[in-house]
């Protein structure tokens, strides 16, 4: 069974930084695409950044330079290192995995498990 918890969510002020961990548990995160998304309410799903089995990784214009995600193999987990936090960047976060293709795709239809979610909210 397939389980991704996501921690590390919080309120911090435009500038601070936040690191999201995604945990994952029957899949194996260092052979498979794995994603960040963000949501709020009334919206649908915005990708964020994304990182296939190679560690080459994707982001979003609007995080670029600012977020890094990265897997710890070791602890079977995903991360997203965010700085320079902005008011714009408040939304819940969901991590994702793709187990069912070899492209990384920066759209929500390319990832069959997610997680619940952490909230990451900016304040100015």
């Known amino acids: 069974q397939v389980q991704l918890v996501e921690s590390g969510g919080g309120s911090v002020q435009a500038g601070g930084s936040l690191r999201l961990s995604c945990a994952a548990s029957?899949?194996?995160?260092?052979?498979?695409?794995m994603g960040w998304f963000r949501q709020v309410p009334g919206k649908g799903r915005e990708w964020v950044a994304s990182i296939d089995n190679d560690v080459d990784s994707s982001y979003a214009d609007s995080v670029k330079g600012r977020f890094t995600i990265a897997k710890d193999n070791a602890k079977n987990t995903l991360y997203l290192q965010m700085n320079s936090l902005k008011p714009e960047d408040t939304a819940m976060y969901h991590c994702?995995?793709?187990?069912?293709?070899?492209?990384?795709?920066?759209?929500?239809?390319?990832?069959?498990?997610w997680g619940q979610g952490t909230q990451v909210t900016v304040s100015s």
């Open positions: 029957g899949l194996t995160v260092s052979s498979i695409c």
């Open positions: 994702a995995a793709d187990t069912a293709s070899w492209y990384c795709a920066a759209y929500s239809e390319g990832y069959n498990y």
